[in-house]
Structures are given as structure tokens and as C-alpha cells.
């Protein structure tokens, strides 16, 4: 088969799963070795399910992978894979145009990438619990720096009892999440489903979420037929028990490519600056104001950011979160970032002589 040949079967077969001339113009190299192109739709133990031109193959990733956890094959991966023998491997993994990355739980704390080549990161809230802004600035943080674009849906709309209730936790979500989408639906009522199956089926898009946000039942009502398992949540905390366990790439029936992950206990920040900057857009904005290009935003004359926080234009709760987001990316990056970690050392000691001379100021000690 030439190769033009082979880029009309793979338009053809893979096209429902994203492929297109971009994908087509990257893989021409390995077209000329005889490997097929495939899209990764579920990993477990060092394989991979692909679907390729012939169909659904079990690829082994020994070849494919590397050290670096962030590098390793994941759902949404494209790769390259031999066209036949017994067992099958990926060989390559063409370049992502986006990665979703968390830092693990693990003391070593580890990148772990979430998924791959994602255009929409949804992230959904379940509103049958109290709202945690700071967990949803989290996820948007991380969704930011993925490359994808962030929408945050709120599930379970039917059990807020009125309108106007609803009306006003769709606004404090909007007040964490500038620039965002923020979407009410309900999987009971069908409420915003057709909204949200609409701009989903534009792309790629990946569910993410705790345990008990919905993630699958929505997943299952937006493929139109029960795919994902499902389980009540807990009545005593309204949490969920992990029935997703894998991640798995569905295509959808309107159009577009569905991720659902499994819930995620934490959410940890993995060299996402840029992300929190986009998240607290309306901080940094304000700080660019300040009297000092250092400000730190604690007690220096002409900070503009505290003068918000006492007009009310900012709240105390964003401030706080925009800081513990940043103090938290920032260890994350010195870890595995020696120059930084020299500047942190540097920057504690002279915090800590400046703290010693105020408290010796203060007793009337310094001469």
C-alpha cells in the first residue's frame, strides 16, 4: 500500500478518534517503517489498548517507555505500532500538543501525567455537597497549564432546591474561575447535557473530578448507553467510591472523544505558575500595580493587591488560596529545581535575620 493509500485508510478509520493532516504530517516518518498509527484508549500494567486502521490491538509500551513518569504512554497518547507479529509494541509516541499533569501523593512527589492531546479540561463539582472554591482552583491551575482549555460543570443541578440558590453558586464558581465556562447540569433531568455534548464535540475532552462528582454517570449519559459503572454516593459525606479505575477514551456519539478518569483524592500542583497566574488573573493584574516589583503582597506600603483586599474588590479568600497555590508550586519546582532551591534557602535565612532584628528592635536591644 502507498503511502497515500495509507493516509486515506487512517483519515478514514481513526478521524472519530481526532486524527487529522497535523497527526498525518507527524507520523509520515514511521509510515515509511511499516508501523501503524493508533490512539491510546486505556493503560493497565505497561499495556496499552490501541485502535488502529485494523482494529483494536494490546500493545506492550516496553519500548516506549522511558525514566521520566511524565513521558510515559497514557490515554490520548497517538503512537506507533508494529503492524503485526505476536506480541505487538508501540515503538513511538508522536509529540503531545497537551498533557495533564498532577504531582502524586508519593513523598517523592512525582509528576504523573493524566491524560493527553486534551482540548477541553472539564472539571465537574457535585453540588449535593458544600462547594470547595480552593479544590476548583486547584483543578483550573492544573487545567491552565495543560494547554487545554478549562470548563468547570456542576452536577447534580437537580438537587439545589431552587433557582435562585443555583443562580447564586454558579456566581461564586464564576468568581473562582475568570475566563471560564461554568455550566449547571443534571444527569437526572437532562438539564444542560445537549450544552455540554455541544462543545465537547469539538475535540478531545477529559472528566475530572473527586470521587462522587458524577464524572461516569454523566460520561454514560453523554455515549448515550451505561459504558462506565456507576455507585451511589455516600449519604453520611455525599463522597464516592472509586468506580472508574482506569482511564478510558470513548468516542462520543454527537461528535468528539471523551476521557473519564478515575476520582482523585489529591490535587496536587505540578510546575503550574503559569496556570495559578491564569487562575488569579485579576491578582496578578493587581500586582503589577504595586510600588515594588518584589511586593509580596503581606504588609509593603502601595501594595495594590492588600488595598483591594480592604476595598472589597479582592477577598481574603482568594488572596490566601492565590498564596497557598503559589507556595505549594513552588516547592514543587525546588525539588526538582537545585538553582531554586538555593534561592528558597537564601531567601529563609534572610526573612529569618529580618525577623530576628525586628524582635530585637522591638525588646529595645539593637543599640
Not at 478518534?17 to 484508549?41: K, S
Not at 435562585?164 to 468568581?175: A, I, M, R
Not at 483586599?309 to 488560596?321: A, K, P
Not at 497557598?324 to 529569618?352: F, H, P, Q, S, Y
Request: net charge negative; glycine share 10%; proline share 4%.
Amino acid at each position: 500500500m502507498n503511502s497515500s493509500a495509507s493516509a486515506d485508510l487512517y483519515s478514514h478509520t481513526l478521524t472519530a478518534y481526532g486524527w487529522d493532516d497535523a497527526w498525518a504530517d507527524a507520523f509520515t516518518p514511521y509510515t515509511e517503517r511499516g508501523l501503524l498509527p493508533g490512539r491510546v484508549v486505556r493503560v493497565d500494567r505497561g499495556r496499552c489498548d490501541v485502535v488502529t486502521p485494523v482494529g483494536t490491538v494490546h500493545a506492550d509500551t516496553e519500548f516506549v517507555t522511558p525514566h521520566d513518569p511524565l513521558r510515559v504512554v497514557c490515554t490520548g497518547d497517538w503512537v506507533a505500532v508494529d503492524a503485526g507479529g505476536d506480541p505487538q509494541y508501540a515503538r513511538a509516541v508522536l509529540p503531545r500538543r497537551t498533557a495533564f499533569a498532577r504531582s502524586t501523593s508519593s513523598k517523592r512527589s512525582e509528576g504523573q501525567i493524566l491524560a493527553a492531546n486534551v482540548d477541553h479540561a472539564v472539571v465537574c463539582v457535585s453540588l449535593a455537597v458544600e462547594l470547595d472554591l480552593g479544590r476548583i482552583e486547584r483543578f483550573l491551575a492544573l487545567a491552565w497549564e495543560s494547554g487545554a482549555e478549562p470548563l468547570v460543570v456542576l452536577t447534580k443541578a437537580d438537587l439545589v432546591p431552587d433557582v435562585t440558590g443555583l443562580s447564586y453558586l454558579v456566581q461564586d464558581v464564576e468568581t473562582a474561575a475568570p475566563g471560564v465556562q461554568v455550566l449547571p447540569v443534571s444527569s437526572a433531568t437532562g438539564e444542560g447535557v445537549e450544552v455540554l455534548a455541544a462543545i465537547l464535540s469539538g475535540g478531545t475532552s477529559v472528566l475530572l473530578g473527586v470521587s462522587g462528582a458524577g464524572k461516569s454517570t454523566l460520561a454514560n449519559l453523554l455515549l448515550g448507553e451505561d459504558v462506565m459503572d456507576v455507585q451511589a454516593t455516600r449519604e453520611t459525606d455525599g463522597k464516592g467510591r472509586h468506580t472508574t479505575t482506569t482511564r478510558n477514551l470513548l468516542v462520543l456519539p454527537g461528535g468528539g472523544v471523551l476521557i473519564d478518569t478515575p476520582g482523585v483524592r489529591g490535587v496536587g500542583l505540578w510546575d503550574a505558575a503559569a496556570g495559578v497566574g491564569q487562575v488569579f488573573a485579576e491578582v496578578e493584574e493587581l500586582a503589577g500595580r504595586c510600588r515594588f516589583h518584589d511586593c509580596a503582597h503581606v504588609a509593603e506600603p502601595g501594595c495594590a493587591v492588600l488595598a483591594a483586599v480592604e476595598d472589597g474588590t479582592l477577598s481574603d479568600r482568594r488572596l490566601e488560596s492565590y498564596r497557598k497555590l503559589l507556595r505549594e508550586n513552588r516547592r514543587i519546582v525546588a525539588k526538582t529545581d537545585a538553582r531554586m532551591r538555593a534561592e528558597m534557602r537564601r531567601d529563609w535565612k534572610l526573612r529569618g535575620a529580618e525577623g530576628k532584628a525586628a524582635m530585637e528592635a522591638k525588646r529595645g536591644r539593637v543599640r
